[in-house]
């Protein structure tokens, strides 16, 4: 990475029209700035506010730097650039096939009319090269809806007409492009960064997406606003970066009746939740937003579940899932918005990152996906307080059916009442609510195949956070896979840039195991030691059971094993390796999980969840695991029914990357942190 400390400078000091470079000088109306780079952007800092990305540096330095340049961001920044990047591709891609071909239609009418005319002459020796009416009615509407984009009114249509309005837009769309057959036909790929500071966003992307033909710098601050002016003509990006003074909430809603931006990035202070809605009127049919939100305390801890419910729609997860939590908070905010007007969404990346969380969300005018949304939206039970187990109920049913041409619809209906008792079936505590929440897949494999790609052709100096993007988003691919497709994420690199395009996910498809555990955190229920990743993933997947980790968090395990089976193994893995030295509490969530097994003295049997019923506790001191025979790895009990046999396979359960890959952040340097406000 270039060097961002100020370097000795040749007098006279540069103006603002010099090259830019990192860590130059620059005078401007009297004024001195720095010059920072990242990626290929330069942005402008006051002279004399620390530039230094040293970790060592103050706090108060480090919150003074923040306002005007934020380099914990960069990730979020580098990553951004590579998902606009890759489905931009995706878009410019379609625009210009739609584009051939209605040229090639257009060239084909001309030329039968060509023929006509020709044929007209030679019968009748005069002239007939106007169209009939009606065809001529036609083709003038067509052309003049040219620049009438649909707007959110026409998109809201009634949903037998969903399908035919998606094709009469895509023609519309189509003949948009015919008009401009002049050879400089570029597809227009535009970008509104909302909330832009600096604008070192829009920077970038008009510096490292070369095919963005309008990218639009918008905030609030005046002041930010005249360092964007600074910045896009010291870049000299005049000809692609407009700057704009207003509240990002009123400019998006300004599009509700015109076609507005191919990608809106939405990067608030805190949390995003505000400009949702208004962000939904402001995205084209296809589009993609990218929405960040910093305000962890409340998307993913209990503390204000009041807030988080009237911000987000939904009530938050307790526990270590609780960013993941956060993300499907923020997606059910998405959707739910989206779907007042008949859009649908798919997220194509859902990360929690640092101490934010980031999402890439295709959107699209498909009334029928709408339709789907109840039942991929989802409450939680979970048993926050006990053993920390959880489970899952869709709000409402999609039962797929097939017509009579075969193609798949859908039928709606109710969900049954609570699927899950008020007390947790393992350990006997109060389960409480989360949600409602997003219960669709975090990803698409497809879309991050593609970003790898594109990451595996990108400049190490421009991307110095490569290593960690591509760890994570390894680990996000094997999360929604479950770690099956891990051969194809390994050969991702292998795409092609403009091979297929990002394929569609199922717009049905739900999540049926969502979030994660932490080994050593259900270790602490039973009083046991912990297991380490490697037994323990050897275990399930010697079961049959899927295994991968969630990005969320370091040491963590995604399954498809019931907590059931997760119980039934950890209980083997007391008989087996960790005897227990203290016996759980009295009316503990643990001893309630010990009691409801047979397990050869284990504990004796007490199948009753009510922890009143509880068996009595061994005497003080006493092991209550079954002493040397429990080395055996043989079956003597069964917990809750689990009767598999449980081998704590290490070497099954290693993951074949560890070392090859940057899973997680290292160790944070000091004072990382959202932005502090400006004063
Ligand atoms: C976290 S900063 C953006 C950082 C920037 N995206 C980057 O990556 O460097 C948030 C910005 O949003 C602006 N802002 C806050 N509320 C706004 C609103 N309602 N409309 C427009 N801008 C707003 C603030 O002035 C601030 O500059
Ligand atoms: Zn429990």
């Not at 890959?661 to 959202?674: D, F, H």
Request: glycine letters at 8%; one cysteine or more.
């Amino acid at each position: 990475m270039a060097s961002t400390n100020a370097t000795m400078v040749d007098a006279p000091t540069p103006s603002i029209t010099a090259t830019p470079r990192a860590g130059q000088i620059i005078n401007h109306e009297g004024k001195e700035y720095t010059t920072i780079k990242e990626g290929l952007a330069h942005i402008l800092v006051p002279h004399g506010v620390p530039t230094s990305t040293d970790p060592k540096m103050s706090k108060e330095d480090t919150q003074r730097q923040q306002v005007f340049y934020n380099p914990i961001q960069q990730f979020n920044r580098d990553l951004s650039v590579l998902a606009i990047k890759t489905f931009g591709q995706d878009i410019i891609q379609r625009k210009t096939q739609k584009h051939e071909l209605h040229r090639k239609k257009g060239e084909k009418k001309k030329q039968r009319k060509q023929e006509r005319a020709a044929d007209g002459e030679a019968v009748n020796g005069a002239s007939t090269t106007e169209e009939p009416p009606t065809k001529k009615r036609k083709l003038d509407e067509s052309e003049a809806d040219n620049d009438a984009a649909p707007s959110k009114k026409q998109r809201v249509v009634e949903d037998g007409d969903a399908e035919q309005e998606e094709g009469a837009n895509e023609q519309q769309d189509a003949a948009s492009t015919t008009n401009q057959e002049r050879e400089s036909w570029r597809p227009p790929f535009s970008i509104l960064d909302a909330l832009s500071a600096t604008g070192l966003r829009a920077l970038r992307y008009a510096q490292e997406i070369p095919f963005a033909t309008e990218i639009t710098a918008n905030d609030m601050s005046q002041k930010a606003v005249d360092s964007i002016g600074l910045n896009v003509k010291h870049n000299k990006l005049e000809d692609k970066i407009t700057p704009k003074t207003g509240n990002a909430i009123s400019y998006m809603y300004s599009y509700c009746d015109k076609k507005g931006y191919d990608v809106i990035d939405l990067d608030p202070y805190g949390t995003a939740a505000p400009f949702l809605d208004a962000a939904i009127q402001a995205i084209n049919h296809e589009g993609l937003l990218c929405v960040t939100c910093t305000d962890s305390a409340i998307f993913a801890s209990h503390g204000y579940l009041e807030k988080t419910y009237s911000q987000y729609g939904g009530l938050p997860l307790k526990g270590e899932p609780c960013h993941e939590g956060g993300l499907r908070l923020l997606l059910h905010a998405i959707a739910s918005s989206a779907a007042r007007y008949g859009m649908a969404i798919e997220p194509l990346l859902s990360l929690s990152i640092d101490y934010y969380i980031r999402v890439f969300v295709r959107v699209r005018r498909s009334p029928s996906d709408v339709k789907l949304l109840a039942g991929k939206t989802m409450i939680v039970y979970h048993c926050d307080s006990g053993c920390g187990a959880w489970s899952t109920q869709f709000l409402a049913r999609n039962k797929v059916t097939s017509n009579k041409n075969g193609d798949k619809s859908y039928k709606h209906s109710f969900a049954a009442g609570p699927s899950a008792d008020e007390h947790c079936q393992h350990c006997g505590f109060k389960t409480h609510l989360a949600g409602p929440m997003y219960g669709g897949p975090l990803h698409n494999v497809g879309f991050i195949e593609r970003v790898l790609a594109q990451l595996n052709e990108a400049d190490r100096d421009t991307y110095p956070t490569h290593d960690r993007i591509e760890g994570m988003l390894h680990t996000a691919m094997d999360e929604i896979t479950l770690g099956v497709r891990q051969e194809k994420a390994n050969g991702a690199n292998n795409i092609q840039l403009l091979d297929p395009l990002i394929p569609k996910v199922d717009p049905a498809d739900v999540d049926h195991h969502p979030f994660f555990f932490i080994p050593s955190s259900i270790s602490k229920v039973l009083h046991c030691s912990a297991p380490p990743l490697a037994p323990l993933r050897g275990a399930l997947r010697h079961a049959g059971f899927k295994v991968s980790m969630s990005h969320c968090k370091p040491g963590s395990i995604k399954t498809n094993a019931s907590w059931k089976d997760i119980w039934h193994i950890m209980l083997e893995w007391v008989r087996q390796r960790a005897p227990l030295k203290n016996q759980p509490k009295k009316l503990s969530a643990g001893l309630t999980i010990l009691a409801k097994t047979n397990a050869n003295g284990l504990m004796t049997n007490g199948n009753a969840p009510q922890t009143d019923k509880l068996p009595k506790p061994p005497p003080n001191g006493e092991s209550i695991d079954a002493g040397e025979a429990a080395v055996e790895p043989s079956l003597t009990y069964s917990y809750l029914g689990a009767d598999f046999h449980v081998n704590l396979d290490e070497k099954l359960g290693r993951d074949p990357e560890r070392g090859k890959l940057v899973r997680y952040q290292l160790a944070p340097r000091e004072n990382w942190g959202p932005m502090s406000r400006a004063r």
